[in-house]
């Protein structure tokens, strides 16, 4: 009867590495419900008769890029790259061929960024770090530009005519560890990074002194000298 039939989907993960990346498009989505600590990018739907009910979802190659869209002070902006450890799943009770793979911690660092673009304002935080199985750490890639980091560059000169402009920089994400060992040990990671107008930017920082300095003085004032000067 056709009206009975139903579609059976199965869902499975299949981890070729412990170690797993997701792009900040893919993340906000997964942290929507939940931390990931499986490889939530190879997931995968299938139907019974062995087709894909919906596309799995994209993990990072050995190329990534991240666009940092300036946050709500239109200068400085970010982006996270979640790097995580899967748990091989499988053990000896289960009979499955992963029962003699034991967890490893998954290491990571950020190499090779540019002297001129870390000048600039370009970061990764952190640089370096471990990542123990079943968890995950998010790296913070960052552009935060100044009038004193462009003042020396083509890049400021152009900033100080009015044209807002991108630019970027590439350093290599390195990945080392786990158990199965990483399918793409390095990862280039190209960076992306807003500047704004000169005026902007003086504009941004002229506010975040005035804050800094509204901060600092004590409330009711200044002081004058206590008791004063006797006649």
């Known amino acids: ?33 939940s931390t990931p600590t499986a490889a939530p990018h190879q997931s995968l739907v299938l139907r019974a008769d062995g087709t ?3 596309p799995a979802l994209a993990g990072l190659g050995p190329r990534a890029e991240l666009r940092l869209e300036p946050g709500q ?5 970010e982006a996270e790259l979640l ?12 009979g499955g061929p992963m029962a003699e793979v034991k967890p490893a911690p998954v290491e990571f660092s950020v190499t090779g960024l540019p002297p001129e673009a870390a000048a600039l304002g370009f970061s990764a935080t952190p640089a370096s770090g471990k990542v123990e ?17 462009l003042s020396s560059s083509n890049l ?20 080392k560890g786990g158990s199965p060992p990483p399918e793409h040990p390095e990862i280039t990671v190209v960076v992306h990074g807003f500047i704004p107008t000169g005026k902007a930017l003086a504009d941004a920082e002229a506010e ?5 300095g509204a901060m600092a003085t004590p409330r009711g004032g200044a002081k004058g000298a206590k008791g ?3 006649k």
Do not use: M, Y
């Open 1 to 33: 009867n056709d009206r009975d039939r139903q579609t059976l989907c199965l869902r499975a993960h299949a981890c070729a590495a412990a170690a797993w990346t997701l792009e900040p498009s893919a993340l906000a989505a997964q942290l929507a419900t």
């Open 52 to 54: 894909a009910a919906q």
């Open 73 to 77: 002070s239109g200068i400085a902006g």
């Open 83 to 94: 790097i995580g450890n899967a748990v091989p799943r499988g053990g000896a009770d289960a």
């Open 133 to 149: 199985p079943g968890k995950s750490v998010p790296i913070t890639f960052a552009f935060r530009p100044s009038t004193a980091s």
């Open 156 to 175: 400021g000169i152009i900033s100080a005519f009015g044209v807002s402009q991108w630019t970027q920089t590439t350093c290599t994400l390195v990945l």
């Open 208 to 212: 975040t002194v005035a804050e800094v």
């Open 228 to 230: 004063g000067k006797k």
